[in-house]
């Protein structure tokens, strides 16, 4: 970022003065706080008389679409009005907290009115912005609140917009922990996992330590349901797509197990190990080629999968996850659109399977269930961010809004039983008969020809693994511990070694179960943004407890086999629809496609579309979407089981489009879109 970025538009502190500070102010409700305020500026001639009315009521309206205290005791409304010539903040500290509705609940003493005129709106927004980050800089709030004079207020304003202002350049993390261990190789062997165990070695008794409190709790019950129904979900659709060589029951055990001890061994616990879509598919494109050159499929499965974790270890002693410093953006979104378009394509491929194999009535029933599971999850998903119920409530069904959905939708299914046969549609958990694979059944030819397929799987395993550890590691989450991504790898593939030798389901860390268990362990607060804010976390619980706890519930759950053969497979279908569905969310790369159809004058002002010519943009996008139709024929072509290998050939792809365009504006391109990002970009 260059120093003339931050001077091309006056910072926060240039539209704030003494005489529009109030201390003490008596106030006791919004209303009274907004009144305040336009005294104080007719005084100074600010406003005149007969804008009052006008401009009062244009604050209170952004006020009743939703509250604007944004936690720890602050609120900020701001609106556009047509009835000031330039941008002003007022600033009132309250004699007494009043409740405004803050997410955290706490009443609200410091108030920052920030109005600007409407034809000023890049201003508006900038100053904004700057505020955001002044309330997140450490000691900000609380010397505001202990200033004697509005000259001490404003001197502690004019400080921290000075620090703010000399933030010329973007936080560099080279060498910041939560790239420890990537950044460059240790020249020695296994010094990677080595290091990795020496830093994490400290924290180990601490980790169960800090599981020992009610949060940990509650993020055991939350991420126990989300875990178990992607157990369940994944278990359905591999036996579908292994011919019931392997089901429910072994998703179910290997998660269990391997979760268990990943959280023991591995180097950041907060990883969730499970079963992924790519993997998925790469399971079932193994199957479908084992039956066309007439070859046992376990004995191949289990041959591909202990030479993928020999890689896998090998990959882990050797400081292959210093590669991860050149996966980027541009790398993740491409995955996670090929994810979603697995688990649509596939549950659209399974629904339509039924109209084929099934009466007319059963298929039929079959997608209301299906669509009824996912449109309860989307709504119950979305139900955090809606006005009704208490915040408790809306939570509650935001978390569990997929077993939520599954419950309502089996239990519509059973009322639909004496009108529609469901029997030959419901999920089928068989016994689980743990024996080893038979490796002697597959010639020592085929054994040498698993090596490449394996050697892909290694490849995928390694993507999905270590694209989720620096996800769940990223700093603005604020772990403290440090990662772990080798020793998270070199486990990765033991346990990938011993689930092969028994036919089990191949582990990996999960991305939206691992982000999820982080969340439910942080605590945060709420920071003030023109999108409506976001959250920043402030602590997570780093422990090994929680994880532990939730895989032996998972254990626990096979004893319910009896009853979980009572849920419809639609209902599972629809879950990987869902999944499908939140995995777009918020997905830079189908933002920008959506660009595409929309008209050039009404594009959002994200910050890429400021810093980059828009041709860029577009070419940035199409080469990506390239690259994710590539991955998609493959899927479907007699080269299927080396789509892992065109996914890691996508890093160098992205390598060579800074010799073809502006690297600035394909670091811009490629940037984390955090709402810190966002700020950056801005100052």
Known sequence: MKSSDSRRIPFFGSFLSEDLILLDAPATSMEEVVQ????????????????????????????????????????????????????????????????????????????????????????????????????????????????????????????????????????????????????ARTGRFAGGLIDDVRRRLPHYLDDFKQGLQPKTLAATVFLFFACFTGAL??????????????????????????????????????????????????????????????????????????????????????????????VSRFTDEVFVVLTAFIFIEKAIRLLADTFVTHEYATALSTVVLAVGTFGIAVVLRDFRSRTYLRDWARNFLADFGTVIAIGLMAWLAWTMKTSTNLDHVKLSVSGLSLSLVDLTALSPGWVLICAMPGAFLAILIF??????????????????????????????????????????????????????????????????????????????????????????????????????????????????????????????????????????????????????????????????FCCLAVLCGVQYSPLALFFPLILALLIPVRLLLDRVYDPEHMATLDAEETVEDELEHWI
């Not at 005149?48 to 602050?74: C, N, P, Y």
């Not at 000691?139 to 620090?163: H, Q, S, Y």
């Open 36 to 183: 305040a305020f336009s005294e104080r500026m007719l005084a100074q001639g600010l406003l005149k008389e007969e804008s009052r009315a006008a401009f009062q009521e244009a604050i209170l309206a952004r006020e009743k679409k939703s509250s604007t205290a944004i936690g720890l005791g602050v609120a900020v409304p701001h609106a556009y009005t047509e009835f000031l010539s330039r941008p002003v903040v007022l600033l009132a500290r309250l004699a007494k907290p009043i409740d405004l509705g803050a997410p955290d609940d706490l009443p609200t003493d410091l108030v920052f009115l920030l109005a600007g005129h409407e034809g000023d709106q890049a201003t508006h927004l900038e100053t904004l912005m700057q505020l955001s980050q002044l309330l997140q800089q450490d000691g900000f709030c609380a010397k505001i609140r202990g200033a004697e004079t509005p000259a001490d207020l404003l001197n502690v304003a004019e400080v921290a917009t000075d620090e703010l202002r000399t933030q010329h350049t973007p936080k560099d993390p080279v060498g910041s922990l939560s790239r420890q261990g990537i950044e």
């Open 233 to 326: 979900t994944f278990g359905a659709i591999m036996a579908d797509g292994t011919g019931g060589a392997i089901g429910v029951s072994e998703m179910i055990m290997v998660t269990a197990v391997g979760g268990v001890l990943f959280a023991i061994f591995g180097g950041q616990p907060l990883i969730v190990l499970g079963g992924v879509g790519p993997v998925l598919i790469f399971t079932t494109i193994l199957y479908s080629q084992t039956q066309s050159l007439d070859l046992p499929f376990l004995p191949t499965y289990a041959w591909i999968g202990l030479w993928a974790g020999l890689f896998t270890v090998v990959l882990a002693v050797t400081d292959a996850s210093v590669w991860l410093r050149y």
């Open 463 to 624: 993507l999905c693994q270590q694209i989720t550890g620096r996800v769940c590691n990223s700093p603005e989450l604020n772990l403290t511990k440090g990662p772990g991504y080798h020793l998270d790898l070199f486990v990765v593939g033991v346990l990938l070694f011993v689930s092969s030798l028994f036919g089990l389901p191949w582990l990996v860390a999960a991305t939206v179960r691992s982000l999820n268990h982080v969340q439910a362990l942080s605590s945060s607060h709420a920071v003030d943004s023109p999108d409506g804010g976001h959250t920043q976390v402030d602590r997570v619980v780093e422990n090994r407890v929680s994880a532990i706890a939730i895989h032996v519930l998972i254990a626990c759950s096979l004893f319910l086999a009896p009853f979980l053969e009572h849920v419809p497979m639609a209902c599972l279908f629809g879950i990987f629809l869902y999944m499908g569905y939140v995995s777009f969310s918020g997905n830079q790369l189908f933002q920008r496609l959506t660009l595409w159809v929309q008209d050039p004058k009404l594009y959002p002002p994200t910050h890429y579309l400021r810093r980059v010519p828009t041709k860029t943009v577009h070419a940035f996008t199409a080469i990506q």
